[in-house]
């Protein structure tokens, strides 16, 4: 009768533990070289368990407004109150668009077809602006401006916003100024049309400017 | 043996190796941060849009019912971002789809800004998307209402005896009267008609620069320029469409829009003074249907 164990012979045993050997030397080695290569440095962040756990950067507070803009004469208060009720919207659109582009980059794709036109989502997407490692990142000002045309319906806007982000450890510097256009066909505001301006700008203190 | 511990240890490697790497970025582009500048700007409207301005003779009533003063193709590319304004002065002989023979400036009269469209369909050939129409009352409303205009008139002028026009060579700053009497001004130009649909067609390139430069300063420019136009003008162009069109004009640059006046000569069709377009008018049509700018 043959015997089905389940330790397997002295030298099986030998064949494993040589692999393994070999396998720990050779993942060691793997590590370490990628580990040292330089502009790799930011591959780490968020691997780690101990690194997931770092807190967020803090961001700087929104500076955010809505008004009727555009009215040829006396703008009603009927119409003051319509851009008041999308004010929140507004908001949720901007904030959520550069959460994506300066906080969070991994929700870019899902935010651009929630908030663009599909067009405009995919040139947004080609513009690469916004940071692509927010872990170093961090923004110190935020500033959107919103121009509700009061008159039909409440459904077109024109958004100026602006962004200053500095890497933390480092002196360098960033401006990201945009303008967005919006529309809203249905009940959700959708960015038609953009134009976006971003650039690095010189060190506090620095003289001459970069870029 | 030897043979499986090799395979183990391979398969291993390749295990340890890949695995931390799958559905990470590759990190020698997307680890650092977008520090380097970036300039991009998108507008929803593609290909080449053609679009009729039409300055009416209407003062009161029913400006379908007028005569044209005012007659421009604006012609735009959305990938060149180029733009064109081709002029026709008013009186231009031409054939009037179901009408004969008239000044083209009767086309409007007798069939309104969509007769009008077609007729210049077909003298060149352009597709015409959308056509707005503007009167006296009007035009002076809309510069009003967007704090007047500044652009550079060429001559010294005095048309007291006509449209009222009295200006200064060199740059001027328009007030809604003044820009509507320049608009009209023809007597005191040696050109007359012809001068004067050349006038208009600057005064338009203007009104483009003017809004180039309010919209870069402030975005939302762009509605007090569709509020103004549609208070006092009409057209066939949905407030979706206006609103678009407006943003492809706040990015075309002035530097890239270029005006030409149809060539024509003088002559008469019985007693009336009329001009007549010269064929050397189709190689325009057919660079500007081609092109989208002149």
Redesign the interface.
């Known amino acids: 009768m043959r015997r089905v164990g389940i330790v397997a012979p002295v030298?099986?045993r030998a064949?494993?533990a040589?692999?393994?050997a070999?396998?720990l030397a050779?993942?060691l080695t793997?590590g370490l070289a990628l580990a040292s290569q330089p502009?790799?440095?930011?591959?780490s962040h968020g691997?780690g368990a101990a690194e997931q756990e770092t807190p967020p950067l803090p961001q700087a507070r929104w500076k955010f407004s809505a008004r009727p803009?555009?009215?040829?004469g006396r703008i009603t208060k009927q119409q003051s109150r319509d851009v008041l009720q999308q004010r929140s919207a507004l908001r949720a659109t901007v904030t959520s668009i550069y959460d994506a582009l300066f906080v969070r980059p991994t929700e870019l794709g899902a935010v651009l077809r929630n908030n663009f036109?599909p067009?405009?989502a995919r040139?947004?997407k080609?513009?690469?602006?916004?940071?692509?490692?927010p872990e170093?990142?961090r923004t110190v000002y935020r500033r959107a401006?919103v121009?509700v045309?009061p008159?039909?319906g409440v459904?077109?806007a024109?958004?100026?916003v602006a962004v200053r982000a500095v890497?933390v450890g480092k002196q360098?510097r960033?401006l990201h100024r945009a303008?967005l256009?919006l529309?809203r066909?249905k009940d959700t505001w959708k960015v038609?049309?953009?134009?976006?301006?971003?650039?690095?700008v010189a060190p506090r203190g620095a003289k001459g400017k970069t870029? | 043996?030897?043979k499986?511990?090799a395979a183990?240890?391979a398969f291993?490697?390749a295990v340890?190796?890949i695995v931390?790497l799958v559905g990470?970025?590759l990190?020698?582009q997307?680890?650092?941060?977008?520090?380097?500048?970036?300039?991009?700007?998108?507008?929803?409207n593609k290909g080449k849009i053609f679009v009729l301005a039409i300055g009416n003779d209407a003062r009161s009533g029913n400006p379908d019912r007028s005569l044209a003063d005012a007659i421009h193709i604006i012609g735009i590319n959305t990938r060149t971002m180029k733009a064109g304004i081709l002029n026709f002065p008013r009186d231009s002989w031409v054939s009037i789809p179901g009408q004969g023979s008239a000044k083209i400036n009767e086309a409007l009269f007798r069939g309104g800004p969509d007769l009008l469209a077609r007729t210049l369909e077909n003298l060149t050939g352009i597709r015409i998307d959308y056509w707005v129409m503007v009167g006296f009352e009007g035009f002076q409303g809309i510069i009003e209402?967007l704090g007047g205009m500044r652009m550079r008139i060429p001559v010294a002028h005095n048309d007291t005896g006509g449209s009222g026009s009295i200006l200064r060579a060199g740059y001027q700053h328009l007030k809604g009267y003044q820009a509507l009497a320049y608009a009209r001004a023809r007597k005191s130009f040696s050109g007359g008609d012809v001068a004067r649909t050349t006038h208009q067609g600057d005064m338009l390139k203007a009104l483009v620069s003017k809004l180039n430069s309010e919209s870069a300063a402030?975005?939302?420019t762009?509605?007090?320029?569709?509020?103004?136009t549609?208070?006092h003008a009409r057209f066939d162009v949905t407030?979706?469409d206006m609103?678009?069109l407006g943003?492809l004009a706040t990015?075309v640059s002035p530097k890239k829009v270029r005006t030409a006046t149809v060539p024509v000569s003088l002559g008469f069709v019985g007693a009336a003074s009329v001009v007549f377009i010269s064929p050397g008018a189709s190689s325009i049509y057919e660079r500007f249907r081609k092109n989208g700018s002149l």
């Open positions: 030298e099986k064949g494993v040589i692999a393994a070999l396998t050779v993942t793997v502009g790799r440095r930011f591959l691997l803009a555009g009215g040829i036109t067009p405009a040139s947004f080609q513009a690469e602006a916004g940071v692509a490692v170093v990142t401006d121009a045309q008159s039909y459904r077109r024109v958004a100026s890497e360098q960033m303008t256009w529309e066909p038609v049309a953009f134009e976006v301006v971003q650039e690095p870029g | 043996m030897i499986r511990t183990l240890v291993l490697v340890c190796t931390p990470r970025p990190p020698t997307a680890a650092a941060p977008t520090m380097g500048r970036v300039h991009k700007s998108f507008q929803p209402d402030d975005a939302s762009l509605l007090r320029w569709i509020a103004a549609q208070k407030a979706d609103f678009r943003i990015q």
